[in-house]
């Protein structure tokens, strides 16, 4: 139903965003994860009609945004990364003029900003003045405003940062129901668990690229077979470099210094060398973990970064 | 236009949250014009007698002597220089007010340290002294805007202010004109604690309120009649940037943003915007007329007063949204608004009727809108004028307000919404 092809942006000599193409499928919950920077508030920019791409094309049940953006911005719910509200106004006030906005009139209104305000639990608080809301309010405030008029695609840019957990689980919990209830949800994170937890299909994205594409399991799939290792210490990124590059069969992912990421190599034997060797050698460590093949080591052996907060 | 009439609505919910802005802008004319028709209001004109006692006898000192004893001020204002004697003078009732200028004051406005001008008040002599402080207080006002704007500029030109050397070469030149034109960039500085204050006393027993409610009557709303109208316009030109203000408010909160991935074009949220604007002109415009219809004592040509209204509703809208338009940011538009306006308030004659101006004056009023509509209201008020004695006003203003709008229309979607409001 949301096609989008090629598109492009780019801020003097930075490319926020560099021809990528994806498409979202009726119903489903599309993930956008990528790490700070990585474009995807420019791309929901894009795909919301407020910022012009340079190249590409943005197709909603194959009407272009370009050609007719009233058209399709009318299906489209926005919940940007940093909350705009009416201060001054309540939650009701501030839902009314959304929803009026968006065409919505008299006792259809009111349904629609009482089933809201239910749904993000403000009914409440819905008639004080938002600048007395606590931080993880205005938040469920910002998505409410994004679902008042039941959009058939919403576009969600990073909606859990930034709150305590409590809140966090609340809004996940709303997005879930909202996709549940039939609406198709575009959802930019930078958390690998949320993406993992909420995500039908995920697109990981960096430097302004798709690098990889596809359901939780397709993408574990490209990670390989591969178990990683993660080891915590004392030490310089060039010494276990070093270390590591002597060992045949693994891979050094990343290293810097106090941590390294290296891949068994998918096989047994490779996970036991690559453990005596590093207890054979002089390397001041603290902490060892294995892991399964996961997001986080697809992202490592497409990047060379690891997606942390 | 159910869109339009949604978004100015929540516009005038929110400014009905937060009147203080409005109200202050709104009660202005009214203190200021009461002030001044009670003074001169019933006859003879008392004048306010001024002592200044200049400690400073450097640049700014003496220009702000020649602006308290200027021509235009002369009809308000006997100003006589003073030594040490000033305060006994006071003291002993001799006159209205004694306006002190601290001894660095030149030096402490250029290197930007505080310095306050004092105002010593004979309370003895009614509403004079207040006068006398009103008036110091916006001349105060202005040199502080000034000294902070222009920061930049007076470094580069203190060591010719305070030193001797009066060596303007083209080099110099070149400098303080680039520092100007940063100073006008950076303003954001602007909204600092003032650097210039007027402290205020009294002297001498508060037993003395003597007559002044003499004969007043049609005296004193004669001279309402007179200052009211340019005052009002003043005030509306203010009304009408608070309003406009808001769409950078709206900027920064995210709000114009969202508006604009609703399903709105970016130029509906822009009207909208403007049409508040208007609306809250308008409110502001017959309380206004309201206060103004009760001083008047020949009857109004209402179709006149209707239609210059709206012009100049038209143009109050046109300048803020250029003038915000330009600016691009809330800060900057703030201030380049508040210079902008005091100058075209002066030299249209807002505040000092500009028939006793000099020449040159009288020949670049009618460049600015507060003229025309200080005209056509003192016109329509005063002298029984019809519509079509003040059609220029009507034109000019409303030409005025076309144009403007067009501008600042075009000027706020290329560097607000097209940025997409961010
Ligand atoms: N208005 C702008 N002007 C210049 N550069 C910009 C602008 N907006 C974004 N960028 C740059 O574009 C790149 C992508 O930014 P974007 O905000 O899309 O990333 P993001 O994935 O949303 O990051 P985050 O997780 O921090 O929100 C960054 O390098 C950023 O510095
Ligand atoms: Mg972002």
Redesign the pocket.
């Known amino acids: 139903m949301f096609q989008v092809e090629n598109l492009s942006k780019r ?2 000599e ?1 490319h ?1 965003v560099d021809g990528i193409s994806f498409q979202v499928r009726a119903g489903e919950v599309y993930g956008l994860l ?10 929901l920019s894009m795909l919301s009609g407020v910022l012009k791409p340079d190249n590409g094309r943005i197709l909603f049940d194959d009407i272009d945004l370009h050609a007719e953006p009233v058209k399709v911005k009318q299906q489209l719910g926005v919940v940007p ?1 940093e909350t705009a509200l009416y201060e001054d106004l309540s939650a009701r006030e501030n839902l009314k003029f959304w929803g009026g906005l968006y065409g919505l009139r008299g006792s259809e209104l009111d349904q629609a900003i009482n089933k809201t305000l239910d749904r993000v639990g403000l009914t409440a608080r819905a008639k004080d003045a938002v600048k007395k809301y606590s931080g993880g309010m205005k938040r469920r405030l910002n998505l409410a405003l994004g679902l008042i008029h039941e959009p058939r695609l919403v576009l969600l840019d ?1 909606p859990t940062v930034g709150i305590d957990p409590q809140a966090r689980v609340n809004i996940l919990d709303v997005v879930r129901d909202v996709a549940k209830s039939g609406t198709t949800v575009l959802y930019t994170t ?1 958390y690998l668990e949320e993406a993992e937890s909420l995500c039908d299909r995920i697109a990981i994205m960096d430097h ?1 690229r798709i690098l990889a594409e596809g359901s939780l399991d397709e993408l574990k799939k490209q990670a390989g077979e591969e178990e990683t290792v993660t080891i915590e210490g004392n030490f310089e990124a060039e010494l276990v470099r070093a270390k590591i590059e002597a060992v045949s069969s693994v891979r050094l992912l990343s290293a810097e210094q106090g941590r390294a990421v290296i891949s068994t190599g998918g096989s047994g034997e490779g996970a036991v060398k690559l453990l005596e060797s590093l207890f054979g050698a002089d390397l001041p460590m603290h902490g060892i973990s294995i892991r399964p093949p996961s997001l986080n080591s697809l992202f490592l052996n497409l990047t060379g970064r690891e997606l942390r907060d | 236009m159910r869109t339009l009439i949604l978004m100015v609505r929540k516009d005038l919910i929110r400014k009905a949250r937060a009147p203080l802005g409005l109200l202050v802008v709104l009660a202005f004319p009214i203190m200021f014009s009461a002030i001044i028709s009670m003074a001169f209001g019933g006859g003879s004109t008392p004048q306010v007698y001024l002592l200044v006692e200049n400690l400073d006898d450097n640049l700014l000192g003496k220009a702000l002597i020649s602006a308290m004893s200027s021509e235009q001020m002369g009809e308000y204002f006997d100003v006589e220089i003073v030594g040490e004697e000033g305060l006994s003078r006071i003291e002993d009732g001799d006159a209205s007010a004694l306006l002190q200028i601290p001894e660095n004051f030149t030096e402490s406005i250029v290197e930007g340290k505080p310095c306050s001008l004092s105002l010593v008040r004979n309370p003895a002599q009614g509403i004079l002294p207040e006068i006398a402080e009103q008036v110091s207080l916006v001349l105060t006002d202005i040199l502080d805007g000034g000294s902070k704007v222009l920061r930049e500029p007076m470094d580069a030109l203190a060591p010719y202010v305070l030193g001797d050397s009066l060596d303007m070469n083209a080099a110099l030149v070149s400098n303080i004109s680039v520092a100007f034109f940063d100073a006008f960039e950076g303003v954001g500085k602007y909204l600092n604690p003032p650097v210039i204050t007027l402290s205020s006393m009294s002297v001498g027993a508060e037993d003395a309120e003597e007559e002044e409610e003499d004969e007043g009557g049609a005296g004193v709303f004669q001279i309402f009649l007179f200052v009211f109208p340019g005052i009002s316009v003043y005030a509306l030109f203010l009304v009408g940037d608070l309003a406009m203000r808001d769409i950078l408010t709206e900027s920064e909160a995210g709000t114009l943003r969202r508006q604009i991935q609703g399903p709105v074009s970016p130029g509906r949220v822009l009207v909208a915007k403007a049409a508040f604007s208007a609306s809250v002109a308008f409110i502001s415009l017959i309380m206004l007329t309201l206060i103004g219809w009760i001083a008047a004592d020949a009857p109004i040509d209402l179709l006149g007063y209707l239609v210059l209204s709206l012009a100049l509703i038209l143009a109050v809208v046109g300048s803020a949204a250029a003038i915000y338009g330009a600016a691009g940011k809330l800060q900057r538009g703030a201030v380049i608004a508040s210079i902008v306006y005091l100058f075209l308030a002066f030299s249209g004659g807002s505040f000092f009727s500009i028939d006793g101006m000099p020449g040159i004056i009288r020949l670049i009023a009618p460049i600015s809108p507060f003229y025309w509509g200080t005209q056509g209201y003192k016109a329509l008020l005063g002298q029984g004028a019809s519509l079509a004695d003040i059609l220029p006003s009507v034109g000019v203003l409303s030409a005025i307000g076309i144009v403007l709008l067009i501008l600042g229309g075009m000027l706020l979607n290329r560097n607000l919404v097209r940025g997409g409001g ?1």
């Not at chain 1, 990528?34 to 791309?43: D, H, L, Q, W, Y």
């Open positions: 801020y003097g930075i926020a990528g790490p700070n920077g990585a474009g995807k508030t420019t791309t990364q990073e930078h302004g | 961010a």
